[in-house]
């Protein structure tokens, strides 16, 4: 099968469709790879999937909190769904290929996913904030207009954003060879195959990694040294264990969710196999997502709760 290209000023312009070579190296390993992947895209599926059923089926968990976590999980979803599935299938076909417009599709969304996920952070640290420090107010700050108003916030920062930020990517022309070293659309690769001179756009992805990556990183830092200060007053041992366990799944999901981006885009690679980073990268993007409903269910009361009345209600309406 071949694929198109055209010349462009000395070099060759892809226009038809791209190879994400991916874990081609990994030869007959690739059907284990696609198992484990397969096995852990269901578990993140129903593992979100139960998050979300679970808060709307328990009033008690109907609360400001809970909202953003529903919203949270849905995009944990759309962001797996948005990549998995596609790599699951090049794990078992030879020609890994994918068009230009699909390509350009995938990025928009999983970028769409990760700026919103990084405002959604920040208002969930918000909300413990207001929780914490100003509890006689919660009900008053947090009200349902409100709520609706920070997570639709963040869901139209990610979507308008990424919108123009993949558009402009994609304007500048695809040349030379069509075989991206990657398994899914991520912009560093996509940008080193533009046509043409990247310097501005380059400036563009800082202003948006400053605007909505590290400055939500800088409000939720700032959110939880208020937070351990206001904890720290409190009188008991048992009350400051109370009232931080209401906020450590949050943090817990921060750490994870930076700590993973920061391995991935942030520290240096020298000395590193491509082979090494695309194991990094997949760890990164598939790990988060799985965890996440783990980690607000297990360290969770009110979930661990919520789950064992569904479970009685659901047995006991079956034996009836």
């Known amino acids: 099968m071949t694929h198109s290209v055209r010349a462009h000023n000395g070099n060759e312009t892809i226009s038809?469709?791209?190879?994400?070579?991916?874990?081609?190296y990994l030869n007959k390993l690739q059907i284990l790879l696609f198992l484990v992947l397969l096995v852990i895209y269901l578990a993140t599926l129903m593992g979100n999937l139960l998050v979300i059923l679970l808060i709307m089926l328990n009033p008690s968990l109907q609360t400001p909190m809970y909202f953003f976590l529903v919203n949270l999980s849905f995009l944990e979803i759309c962001f797996t769904t948005s990549m998995v599935p596609q790599l699951l299938i090049h794990l078992?076909?030879?020609?890994?290929?994918?068009s230009i417009a699909a390509c350009a599709a995938q990025m928009y969304f999983i970028n769409i996913m990760g700026l919103t996920e990084c405002c959604l952070l920040a208002?969930?640290?918000?909300?413990?904030?207001?929780?914490?420090?100003?509890?006689?107010?919660?009900t008053t700050i947090m009200s349902c207009q409100v709520c609706a108003l920070l997570a639709g916030a963040s869901w139209f920062i990610g979507i308008s954003v990424e919108l123009a930020h993949t558009t402009?990517?994609?304007?500048f022309g695809l040349c030379g060879s069509n075989r991206i070293h990657h398994f899914f659309c991520d912009a560093p690769p996509i940008l080193k195959m533009a046509?043409?001179?990247t310097s501005?756009?380059?400036?563009?992805?800082?202003?948006?990694?400053?605007?909505?990556?590290f400055s939500p990183f800088l409000f939720i830092l700032l959110s939880y040294i208020c937070i351990i200060s206001t904890i720290l007053k409190l009188p008991s041992r048992e009350g400051r264990h109370k009232v931080f366990s209401t906020c450590s799944s949050h943090l817990m999901v921060v750490i994870l969710f930076y700590g993973t981006a920061i391995i991935s885009y942030v520290v240096p690679k020298s000395g590193s196999t491509t082979e090494n980073d695309l194991l990094i990268s997949l760890l990164n993007t598939i790990v988060p997502?799985?965890?996440?409903p783990i980690i607000y269910t297990l360290r969770n009361k009110e979930v661990k709760g919520a789950l064992r009345?569904?479970?009685?209600?659901?047995?006991?309406?079956?034996?009836?």
Request: proline share 3%; aromatic share 14%.
């Open 16 to 24: 038809d469709v791209l190879i994400l070579e991916g874990f081609s």
């Open 92 to 98: 078992l076909v030879e020609e890994k290929i994918i």
């Open 123 to 138: 208002v969930m640290a918000y909300d413990r904030y207001v929780a914490i420090c100003h509890p006689l107010h919660y």
């Open 168 to 171: 402009w990517i994609f304007s």
């Open 195 to 197: 046509c043409a001179d």
């Open 200 to 213: 501005q756009i380059n400036i563009l992805v800082f202003i948006v990694a400053v605007l909505f990556i």
């Open 289 to 292: 997502p799985v965890l996440n």
């Open 309 to 320: 009345n569904t479970l009685k209600k659901s047995i006991f309406s079956h034996r009836w």
